[in-house]
């Protein structure tokens, strides 16, 4: 399997990218690869296999995109978790402007994207207006599926190829998932009994097919891959390809199920130790922060679990990411195709004492991996613009000639892969709300936080009246709250303004610039 993809993947290197408009008559195609909970510590981090040896973490997706596209280092996902950050990347719009605005309940997931204006109003629904095949494939958004359980038979406006996980994804199963097949269930696919030491998908997966293979990222990737070979030729197509990898799933031990051939591949792999980890000094941090116990060896233990096998499990997502791109090639559709990497949200591995989890607007949850690869863009390039999810759907919508018919907060990419060295003054809001499941009677589960970044700074307004103001150019790690510091006076008063011009905005005056930024101790 790996033989045949780096063949396929060192052929498609050898490929040399069309200028970006060098044919009117053909138009770009577009593959966006999304993932869950996958940090910058998941791409940049490294391994240790059995004879102790360490590896790079996702090599394939390294050759493939990091040194023949272009990294944003600076991109964010302003309300960290999965449905409002899907539905950003779909509507141009911060959460607090297209109405999903947590995972569950009447403004979250499936039940707050199906009943707004964003259910037949988004990039899917433009991108086929436009003349684009639209395809997509594995996760979608959180509870699609009755409330039972059982599977939707509902495929949401858009879509010409439907093939999403057809009930509630919460608990993430990478076996005995259903699939809504354009508007029929299949499945369950694979045993829903599934754990240590039972019988999963047989050796020689996922080269057997769909018929043998039911591992949820080798099957989305095997159906991505069929129906771009099936899209006839000079069809330009949108491609969604959503893997649930690496977010834990409900099933021992902690952390994401891996493929057959990758489990237990990781368990030499120490925790790993992000800058911040068991932060000793939180007496500048919020209350929620303060009240959260040193982390013990038990605690320590399950970090180092949930990574192995979160390592273990992207290697499939790597395999992926190569097979995607051998495809595109074999079909010589590589040089005239942009394919996007990123997540929903980064993940915490001990940093703040934050042992797991995301949706604080910390770096680890906030900023996470954006690679693009495509005509026009220098391998090997990187842009420190601040990039958000709501940019997205503009990037797209405007190298594929396609406009929107609802405002967008955001604006596109592509003048900051043209130029890499290009920045702007547009700040990224950050906001959360709280999740349900711990109960609405406290006021921090409504909104947790506010916040705005801004060329260095990050500051952040909790529900509880606390602040935080971090200069990112000096403490990129978060371990010094500036708030109350004399120097940093004019910069937090100036923040504060910013955060309160911009914390209403919509569409055009979400893209406005700020005023220049004054220095420490200006």
């Not at 997966?205 to 129906?227: I, N, Q």
């Amino acid at each position: 399997m790996v033989g045949l993809l780096l063949l396929g993947f060192a052929v498609a290197l050898l490929l040399v990218f069309r200028p970006e408009g060098a044919s009117a008559s053909t138009r770009p195609n577009f593959v966006l690869i999304q993932l869950d909970d996958f940090a910058n510590l998941h791409l940049d981090g490294t391994w240790v296999d059995s004879s102790g040896q360490a590896r790079p973490n996702m090599p394939l997706t390294r050759a493939a995109l990091l040194r023949n596209g272009i990294r944003f280092t600076r991109y964010q996902t302003p309300n960290p978790v999965c449905a409002p950050s899907r539905a950003s990347m779909l509507s141009g719009r911060y959460s607090t402007n297209h109405g999903v605005r947590r995972v569950e309940g009447a403004d979250g997931g499936w039940s707050a994207f199906q009943n707004g204006e964003i259910y037949d109003q988004n990039l899917a629904v433009w991108m086929r207006e436009g003349g684009y095949r639209t395809m997509q494939f594995g996760k979608f958004m959180n509870f699609y599926g009755q409330p039972d359980g059982y599977p939707t038979e509902v495929v949401p406006p858009g879509w010409d190829v439907w093939q999403a996980d057809g009930n509630d994804e919460s608990t993430r199963e990478y076996y005995g998932y259903s699939l809504n097949l354009n508007g029929s269930i299949g499945g369950p696919f694979g045993a829903a009994n599934y754990g240590p030491g039972t019988v999963k998908d047989p050796p020689g997966c996922p080269d057997l097919g769909l018929a043998a293979c039911s591992y949820h990222t080798d099957a989305v990737t095997l159906r991505a891959r069929e129906a771009i070979r099936s899209t006839p030729t000079g069809q330009p197509f949108f491609a969604h390809v959503s893997f649930h990898t690496p977010h834990g799933d409900s099933r021992p031990p902690v952390g994401p199920e891996p493929a057959v051939r990758h489990y237990d591949s990781a368990l030499s792999t120490p925790r790993p130790t992000p800058v911040g980890y068991d932060e000793r000094n939180v007496s500048d941090k919020p209350p929620w922060i303060r009240s959260l116990p040193r982390i013990n060896a038990s605690r320590s233990t399950s970090i180092r679990q949930e990574y192995q096998k979160s390592v273990e499990a992207l290697q499939s997502v790597d395999e992926a990411v190569a097979g995607l791109v051998e495809t595109l090639a074999d079909t010589g559709r590589l040089s005239s195709t942009y394919v996007f990497l990123f997540s929903d949200n980064g993940f915490f591995h001990g940093e703040h004492r934050l042992v797991r989890g995301k949706r604080y607007p910390y770096e680890p949850a906030v900023q996470v991996p954006m690679l693009v690869r495509g005509p026009g863009i220098t391998a090997g390039s990187r842009s420190q613009e601040l990039v958000a999810n709501q940019d997205i759907a503009p990037t797209v919508l405007s190298l594929a000639g396609v406009g929107a018919r609802r405002s967008i907060d955001g604006r596109s990419m592509a003048p900051f892969w043209r130029d890499p060295t290009r920045t702007t003054r547009r700040p990224v809001l950050l906001t959360s709300v709280g999740d349900l499941s711990q109960g609405t009677a406290d006021p921090l589960y409504d909104e947790f936080y506010r916040g705005i970044r801004l060329g260095p700074y990050k500051y952040v307004l909790h529900r509880t009246g606390d602040g935080e103001l971090y200069d990112l150019s000096k403490d990129p790690d978060e371990l010094r709250n500036l708030i109350a510091e004399v120097r940093y006076r004019k910069v937090l008063i100036y923040m504060a303004t910013q955060l309160e011009r911009y914390r209403d905005c919509a569409g055009a005056s979400c893209r406005a610039w700020a005023p220049r930024w004054p220095r420490p101790g200006s």
